[in-house]
C-alpha cells in the first residue's frame, strides 16, 4: 500500500524559501504525477502544482513565479521549494498522487500524506 | 484557468436528511469532475470521481452527477461520520482546481 510522508522544517523566515520533501513508501514513483496542495488556516485547498515521473512540471498561476517542483527517483521521492516567502505561506502542506484508474486521464488524488504545518515567521 | 464555485458554502443538516452540493465550472470540463471529503485535521479523500463514479470503499449514499460546468455531489441519508468540508476539484485542462468548499455542520 502506498504511503507519502511530507518532511521539512516547520518555521521559516519571511523572504526565506520553504523547501518540503515527500517521501513516497510502498510504490514506486513511476508512472505517475505528484502532487503539492495547501490549506491556509481555516481555508479551502490550494494546488500548488504537480511534477510528472518524466520531470515535467505544471504551476498554479498565482505561485509559479516562486515554485519548483522536482523529483528524486532515486530515493522515491519529490520536492517542493517556495521562495520569498510571507506570513501568506503559513499552511499545511500535503503531497499527493495522481491516480487515473481507467487510462482515460480522468485523474484524481487519491493517496495523500498527512501533512505537515509550516509557518512563516521571524 | 478553470474556476470552481460550489454552493453553499456552509450547511446545517441533521442526521438522516438528503443532502446537495452543488459545484460550477467557469468552462465546459466534460465529466473531469471529483469530490473530496475533508474531515477536520485530517488529510481529503476521494469519494467520486469522473463526476459520477464512485470511488471504491465509498458508501452508496454518495453520489455524483452533471457534465460540462454544472455538477452535483448528493449524500442521500446523511451519516454522522459525513459532518465534514467537501470540496469539488476539475481535472479537465491546465492546472488543477479547487471549489471553495462546503462544511456540512449538524
Known amino acids: 500500500q502506498v504511503q507519502l510522508q511530507e518532511s521539512g522544517p516547520g518555521l521559516v523566515k519571511p523572504s526565506e524559501t520553504l523547501s518540503l520533501t515527500c517521501t513516497v513508501s510502498g510504490g514506486s514513483i513511476s508512472p505517475y504525477y505528484w502532487n503539492w496542495i495547501r490549506q491556509s488556516p481555516g481555508k479551502g485547498l490550494e494546488w500548488i502544482g504537480y511534477?510528472?515521473?518524466?520531470?515535467?512540471?505544471i504551476y498554479n498561476p498565482s505561485l509559479e513565479s516562486r515554485v519548483t517542483i522536482s523529483l528524486d527517483t532515486s530515493k522515491n521521492q519529490f520536492s517542493l521549494r517556495l521562495s520569498s516567502v510571507t506570513a501568506a505561506d503559513t499552511a499545511v502542506y500535503y503531497c499527493?498522487?495522481?491516480?487515473?484508474?481507467?487510462?482515460?486521464?480522468?485523474?484524481?488524488?487519491?493517496?495523500w500524506g498527512k501533512g505537515t504545518t509550516v509557518t512563516v515567521s521571524s | 484557468d478553470i474556476q470552481m464555485t460550489q454552493s453553499p458554502s456552509s450547511l446545517s443538516a441533521s442526521v438522516g436528511d438528503r443532502v446537495t452540493i452543488t459545484c460550477r465550472a467557469s468552462?465546459?470540463?466534460?465529466?473531469?469532475l471529483n469530490w473530496y471529503q475533508q474531515i477536520a485535521g485530517k488529510a481529503p479523500k476521494v469519494l467520486i470521481y469522473?463526476?459520477?463514479s464512485l470511488k471504491s470503499g465509498v458508501p452508496s449514499r454518495f453520489s455524483g452527477s452533471g457534465s460540462g460546468t454544472d455538477f452535483t455531489l448528493t449524500i442521500s441519508s446523511l451519516q454522522p461520520e459525513d459532518f465534514a468540508t467537501y470540496y469539488c476539484q476539475q481535472g479537465y485542462s491546465g492546472p488543477r482546481t479547487f471549489g471553495q468548499g462546503t462544511k456540512v455542520e449538524i
Open positions: 469522473a463526476a459520477s
Open positions: 499527493a498522487r495522481d491516480y487515473d484508474p481507467s487510462g482515460k486521464y480522468y485523474y484524481y488524488m487519491d493517496v
Open positions: 468552462q465546459s470540463i466534460r465529466n473531469y
Open positions: 511534477v510528472h515521473y518524466s520531470g515535467s512540471t
